[in-house]
């Protein structure tokens, strides 16, 4: 069974209509897995006895009459920095690749397993998703469905991979500093951070990554996006910062009108530099939305210089803080040396250069709403370069990109907005390239709806050549 080929939505309508069953989802997953995943390397963690007890369950209490919830016998897959009962929790870590099966699951993967979801396995990520690349010491590298020579992004690359090789069709993500937008546009399908808060980060320890953290589901879909977050936002008594759920449905709001009355085009956000065919291929999808009837204004300059130094030291900070404490201690040589590098830097910065750095998020914030003016959302490339082949850097114009390859993510997690990113295309090397749809503060559902209405309107193909069935 090839999980791209149908919605989230259908499925669930199969299981409730008992037309298939949990149980048939989840040993398609299982032998997805199986069969593709060699190739790819996405998922690390298995129990496939504990899935097919879960997806018996649910079958049961369908037998029964009983309440099944929206997501009845979707198979998930769970990014492997947050815990799913019964699975180890690695944090792509040489550190924890040891530790027992976690006895409860994050509030997230709860959630999801409340609506009827099954989880069937751990995806790969970078250690303790440090980087926008998915490669790690214990696992190795997670290969992008499109072309296995190439990255998958990251740090949420595992589930990334997965979803666009069909392997399952739901997955949860985490987003720093563009870790779902990043690998959702270098797979080719649509991907969230919603406003921090939306998903609760509860549960006994802190966020990783602090204030610039977001947790979430992802699918391939638009509307299987908003479907399963619907399953999952809301307050929780363990995060202080979590909102209240608040409006409609999020899948209800997608059933209207989706066109936004306005957008601001922004090539490079008022910093840094892009590569000529990824602003070509922008530009012709906004023209597209132009001729849709979208006023669309361009806006060069959105901020002043470029943000990722103040993001860098709130990130480093955080790094700094879980594991600092092992520097000159055996377990430090088996840190990754750059998240080493990353440790030791955020060790260095003093509490005054965080609080600056957070001033420096309350500014970008404050400037990001004067350039948004009246406008419904703003758009902007993910990536500026080409993703990385697995023994090279991203390119910029034929030229390496270093850091700058993910530059126009980070400071969307220090402003607190939320953003997607929806495929528009397949560059010259055959892979795909996505186009980032910013929001005003806390408005995630202006962000669905012109991402909705942009995935309408391009019908990409959900068809990687070295996914299931290749």
Known sequence: MDFRTTSIEALVEGVRARRTSARELVEAALGNIEAVNPRLNAVVGFAPELARKDAAAIDARLASGDAVGPLAGIPVLVKDLEDAAGYRTTFGSALHTDAPPATADSVLVGRLKAAGAVVVGKTNTPAFGFKGLTENIPFGATRNPWNPDYHAGGSSGGSASALAAGLAPLATGSDGGGSIRIPAAVCGFAGLKTSQGQVPLGGPNAPGSGILAIKGPMALRVRDTALAL????????????????????????????????????????????????????????VDDLARAGVEVVRKDRVWEGDPGGAWYVIWTAQRARAQGHLRGTADWERIDPDLRAQIEYGLSRSARDYAEALDTAHRLAYQLNQAMEDADVLLAPVIAAHTPRLDGPGLIDGQPAGADWVQFTPAINMTRNPAGTVPIGLSSLGLPLGLQVIGRQRDDIAVLKAMCFLEDLLQPAFDAPFGVGA
């Open 230 to 285: 619907d399953a999952v936002r809301g307050p929780d008594p363990t995060d202080p910062f979590a909102h209240p759920r608040t409006g409609p449905s999020w899948r209800a709001a997608l059933d209207g009108e989706n066109r936004p009355r306005k957008v601001i085009w922004s090539p490079t956000l008022g910093f840094g530099r892009a590569d000529t065919e990824i602003l070509a291929r922008s530009q012709a999808v």
